[in-house]
Nanobody
């Protein structure tokens, strides 16, 4: 079992930056496929980005490409989402997810482990 915990959300003005963290506990998840999703009020959970288990593949949703960057620190068992040039439409609860079996996927149903979410609010 892997437990995930996000942090780093908050309120920021449009054009600003935030860095989200997702710390894993329970076991090392360095080889797990990892991803970020987000969910705005009244909307379905939306794919943001994923990184393959060994970090050789990354993929970003078109809506965040060029602005958001995933990274990881295996020594700290933590992954990050650097968010720059934030827009009001980026406002959502952001979730990190991981799975030991999935190669790479942009579907929430392919991930077994989820954090509790962290709120990101971007004001105009």
């Amino acid at each position: 079992q892997v437990q995930l915990a996000e942090s780093g959300g908050g309120l920021v003005q449009a054009g600003g930056s935030l860095r989200l963290s997702c710390a894993a506990s329970g076991r090392t998840f360095s080889t797990y496929t990892r991803a970020w999703f987000r969910q705005a009020p009244g909307k379905e959970r939306e794919f943001v980005a994923y990184m393959s288990g060994h970090g050789s593949r990354e993929y970003y949703a078109d809506s965040v490409k060029g602005r958001f960057t995933m990274s990881r620190d295996n020594a700290k068992n933590t992954m990050y989402l650097q968010m720059n040039s934030l827009k009001p439409e980026d406002t959502a609860v952001y979730y990190c997810a991981a799975d030991s079996r999935t190669v790479v996927s942009d579907r929430p149903t392919d991930y077994d482990y989820w954090g509790q979410g962290t709120q990101v609010t971007v004001s105009s």
